[in-house]
Each structure stands twice: as structure tokens, then as C-alpha cells.
């Protein structure tokens, strides 16, 4: 399948100074602005978001003003019809944990992600192993419903924003941890992954206890493994496939590309060199 020829394109949105509203600051105005285009973009086609602190170094002059600062970006997008997806991964059943969904602490996916999910234990999915905070009304609330959950087959919460042909952002340096792609690498049956079940027990929002399989496409331990994303991201990057949105003037953007342009390139890119992911691919049983 081509890659699809798209020039970069970068989303910019430009303020009169004559036509803001006098009972609110520059700032908020331009953050208005702001959310009001993140809202529009994902109204129909949800959103994976994946941060770091680093990317809101310039919005506040503290951690406490910065996190407080992206949580009215969250809140003020979704009142306004904006569908996103903040990583609240825990790893739960794969280190002999339980899952609380409420209270189990976010692993690997840095401090912002965790405050969100303190802020909004409820919004977060059953998934035990790789749960997302769903923001907005347009994406299934079947994942809310605690069952026995595959965390990238096609009725996963990422095969739904794949469907909907959505998008996967990143603000900082982050997309290189976009989790998303082992979704694409499912589609395209690779042959260094494979689907293995993990059992545990889950705890509700409710306190009501259960027990659940998770089904999680992981690495083959035949093989030595070592992943490299940051490799895709430059390489998107001079392809000219990575989109940017933000405000003129405003401390913040997002970097991005929609699920389906990002499935084609890779399924170019392992079509070409099935190792294109990574480094050492050597078979421990020889």
C-alpha cells in the first residue's frame, strides 16, 4: 500500500487583538482559541493524547500552575465537544498486581498523566493493563463495562479511534511512546509478537470485585528485542507527515498524525524490512 504524499501542515491560528472579548486576558483568549480548535478536530475523530511535563514548561512558571493550566485545556475542550484519550496505563496483571480502577497508580506514562487520573478516576477504563481517561461523548462507553478486555484487538478502545480514523498526539517529546503502534503491529501480524492472557482481579469504581482476562499482543522472549521509535518519528518528520496545531502567540502545541496515515507508513516501511521497529533481532533458541 503507498504512503499517502502529504505535505506537513501545521494548523496556526491567528488573533486581532480588536476582536477579543475585553473581559478576558490575551492569554485566556488565545487558550480559548485554542481549545476551541481542539474541539473542532476531534469532535467526530477522538484523539490519543500521550505528555510529559516538558511540554507545558512554557504555559506557567511552576509544575502546580502548569498541570492546573492543562487541566482547563481539558476540561474547556470537552465541554466543547472535544473526544481525547490520556494514557492511564498500570501494568497491573503483568506484575501480579491487582487493578483498582480508581486508585491503581499510572506506570510509565509520567506525572501529568497520573495527576489527570487523580482528577478523574471515573473517566478511566477497565483495561488492567493499558486503561486510558476518555474525555468527550463521541466513544463507546463499553469500556467502562468491566469484562474480559484485548488490549489491541479490534474492539479495543484503540481499534475504535482507529476505525473513527482519529488521531495520535504527542506534547513534548513523547510520541515515540505512542503504545498505539503494537495496534498497527497486531494488524500486520508480525512475527516477533503474540497474543498472551493475563489474569487478575479488578476492582470497580463501585468496590465490587471481579475477576478478568486481559489479552496483551507482547513480545516474543524468543527473541532479543529492542525497540525504537524515535526512528519513526524523524522519519515522519522529514516525509513531511507530522501535523502541528496551535495558537499563534500561546505557549503550547501538539504534534500528530491520523491513526490511518500512520498505519500505511508502517505497513510500508515492514513491508520493506520487517525489523524496521528494531535493533538485534536475534532468535534465543539458536
Same mark, same amino acid.
Given at each position: 500500500? $503507498?504512503?499517502?504524499? $502529504?505535505?506537513?501542515? @501545521? ?12 473581559? !478576558? ?14 474541539? /473542532? ?6 484523539? *490519543? ?12 512558571? +511552576? ?15 470537552? &465541554?466543547?465537544?472535544?473526544? %481525547? ?6 501494568? $497491573?496483571? @503483568? ?8 486508585? @491503581?497508580?499510572?506506570? +510509565? ?20 493493563? *493499558? ?9 463507546? !462507553? ?42 498497527? /503491529? ?11 492472557? *493475563? ?15 486481559? @489479552?496483551?499482543?507482547?513480545?516474543? %522472549? ?6 525504537? *521509535?524515535? +526512528?519513526? /518519528?524523524?522519519?515522519?518528520? /522529514? ?18 498524525? &491520523? %491513526? ?27
Amino acid at each position: 500500500m $503507498s504512503v499517502k504524499d $502529504s505535505r506537513r501542515s @501545521t494548523f496556526k491560528i491567528n488573533i486581532e487583538k480588536e476582536k477579543m472579548n475585553p473581559g !478576558k486576558s490575551r492569554m485566556d483568549y488565545l487558550k480559548d482559541t485554542l481549545t476551541s480548535k481542539l474541539a /473542532e478536530l476531534t469532535g467526530d475523530l477522538p484523539a *490519543f493524547i500521550h505528555l510529559d511535563m516538558l511540554g507545558l514548561a512554557k504555559t506557567a512558571r +511552576n509544575n502546580e500552575d502548569r498541570l492546573a493550566e492543562f487541566l482547563d485545556i481539558l476540561t474547556d475542550t470537552e &465541554k466543547k465537544g472535544g473526544n %481525547f484519550c490520556i494514557p492511564s496505563y498500570s501494568l $497491573s496483571y @503483568t506484575r501480579n498486581e491487582e487493578y483498582i480502577i480508581p486508585d @491503581t497508580e499510572c506506570v +510509565n506514562v509520567g506525572a501529568v498523566s497520573e495527576f489527570i487520573r487523580k482528577n478523574f478516576p471515573k473517566k478511566r477504563t477497565v483495561d488492567a493493563l *493499558f486503561s486510558y481517561l476518555i474525555f468527550g461523548d463521541k466513544i463507546s !462507553k463499553k469500556h467502562y463495562e468491566v469484562n474480559d478486555y484485548e488490549s489491541f484487538g479490534t474492539d479495543s478502545l484503540i481499534g475504535e479511534v482507529f476505525r473513527t480514523d482519529g488521531y495520535i498526539w504527542a506534547i513534548g517529546g513523547v510520541f515515540k511512546n505512542s503504545t498505539e503502534i503494537h495496534f498497527i /503491529e497486531k494488524l500486520l501480524q508480525v512475527s516477533y509478537r503474540y497474543d498472551k492472557i *493475563f489474569k487478575g482481579k479488578l476492582t470497580d469504581n463501585y468496590g465490587k470485585k471481579h475477576d478478568q482476562k486481559v @489479552t496483551y499482543f507482547c513480545k516474543n %522472549f524468543d527473541y532479543n528485542l529492542w525497540y525504537d *521509535f524515535k +526512528n519513526l /518519528e524523524n522519519d515522519l518528520r /522529514e516525509d513531511g507527515l507530522m501535523e502541528t496545531i496551535k495558537t499563534d502567540g500561546y505557549p503550547f502545541f501538539i504534534t500528530g498524525i &491520523k %491513526f490511518s496515515t500512520l498505519y500505511e507508513y508502517i505497513e510500508h516501511k515492514i513491508r520493506k524490512d520487517y525489523k524496521y521497529f528494531i535493533k538485534d533481532l536475534k532468535d534465543r533458541r539458536l
